[in-house]
């Protein structure tokens, strides 16, 4: 039997197995002669389809929101990041080269950039609006004189980058968050399995043992033995050869 650790697509696969196999059997009369049995073998069978649909839709859910809408706000973000660091690198040669000495290493340059542009452009668009409004509050403090040409600089960048670092923020809990109700899917179709396992055993009775095990059958070699059949060879449509 699988486990909540087992892999979501495995556990569906073989829950949906069994479910159909339960199915499968309640409907034969000749190899379950009693009504009362078959009846309790359907409703056991359409519990565990149910939760394997509960389950797949989980995953469903995860994989799209993971794979398209989580990498479209990831990309979306690196491409404001992108164009944040430009705004930082302008910024910066803005202030040097109103400088005097046009040098780094002015004192006032330093009070704005005490460790170069570095410690701005290395994070990720999650923290650049963090990073953006500190370094506003830098320039708007200082004595520069292209501050006011800087400000305005940060002051459209600002308003962009927030809402894009923190959409990256919250589809990364949204992930997690898809992810727990997957794990709990996952729990709820392992729980199903063991119950209408006894379920199914109790309905065949002690003489449908075989037929039990038939239903729920290996979880860890069900898939490796499973048959694949090969397709038919396409039927000889040539004349045979004339005498």
Same mark, same amino acid.
């Given at each position: 039997?699988?486990?909540?650790?087992?892999?979501?697509?495995?556990?569906?696969?073989?829950?949906?197995?069994?479910?159909?196999?339960?199915?499968?059997?309640?409907?034969?009369? *000749?190899?379950?002669?009693?009504?009362?049995?078959?009846?309790?073998?359907? &409703?056991?069978? *359409?519990?565990?389809?149910?939760?394997?649909?509960?389950?797949?839709?989980? /995953?469903?859910?995860?994989?799209?929101?993971? /794979?398209?809408?989580?990498?479209?706000?990831?990309? #979306?973000?690196?491409?404001?990041?992108?164009?944040?660091?430009?705004?930082?690198?302008?910024?910066?040669? @803005?202030?040097?080269?109103?400088?005097?000495?046009?040098?780094?290493? *002015?004192?006032?340059?330093?009070?704005?950039?005490?460790?170069?542009?570095?410690? /701005?452009?290395?994070?990720? =668009?999650? &923290?650049?609006?963090? !990073?953006?409004?500190? !370094?506003?509050?830098?320039?708007?403090?200082? @004595?520069?004189? =292209?501050?006011?040409? =800087?400000?305005? !600089?940060?002051?459209?960048?600002?308003?962009?980058? +927030?809402?894009?670092?923190?959409?990256? #923020?919250?589809?990364?809990?949204?992930? *997690?968050?898809?992810?727990?109700?997957? !794990?709990?899917?996952?729990?709820? =179709?392992?729980?199903?399995?063991?119950?209408?396992?006894?379920?199914?055993?109790?309905?065949?009775?002690?003489?449908?043992?075989?037929?039990?095990?038939?239903? /729920?059958?290996?979880?860890?070699? +069900?898939?490796?033995?499973?048959?694949?059949? &090969?397709?038919?060879?396409?039927?000889?449509?040539?004349?045979?050869?004339?005498?």
């Amino acid at each position: 039997m699988p486990t909540v650790g087992s892999d979501t697509l495995k556990i569906a696969w073989y829950a949906a197995e069994v479910g159909g196999r339960t199915l499968g059997v309640a409907a034969m009369e *000749n190899v379950v002669p009693e009504a009362k049995r078959r009846v309790a073998l359907e &409703e056991s069978g *359409n519990k565990v389809v149910a939760a394997v649909k509960q389950l797949v839709g989980a /995953y469903v859910a995860r994989i799209v929101f993971e /794979y398209v809408d989580q990498r479209v706000a990831f990309g #979306r973000g690196r491409g404001v990041d992108r164009g944040f660091d430009a705004v930082i690198a302008a910024s910066s040669e @803005t202030i040097r080269t109103s400088l005097p000495d046009r040098s780094a290493s *002015n004192p006032e340059y330093r009070a704005i950039f005490p460790h170069g542009t570095e410690e /701005y452009t290395s994070p990720t =668009v999650k &923290e650049d609006e963090e !990073l953006a409004i500190d !370094l506003r509050k830098a320039i708007h403090d200082s @004595t520069l004189s =292209v501050k006011t040409d =800087v400000l305005a !600089l940060l002051d459209k960048v600002i308003p962009i980058v +927030g809402p894009v670092a923190s959409a990256v #923020r919250e589809g990364e809990k949204q992930v *997690n968050a898809l992810f727990q109700t997957e !794990l709990a899917a996952r729990k709820l =179709v392992v729980d199903t399995l063991w119950e209408e396992r006894k379920a199914v055993e109790n309905a065949l009775g002690r003489g449908g043992r075989g037929l039990a095990r038939f239903i /729920y059958f290996d979880f860890r070699k +069900g898939r490796e033995n499973e048959v694949v059949e &090969e397709p038919a060879a396409p039927a000889d449509t040539e004349e045979p050869p004339k005498p």
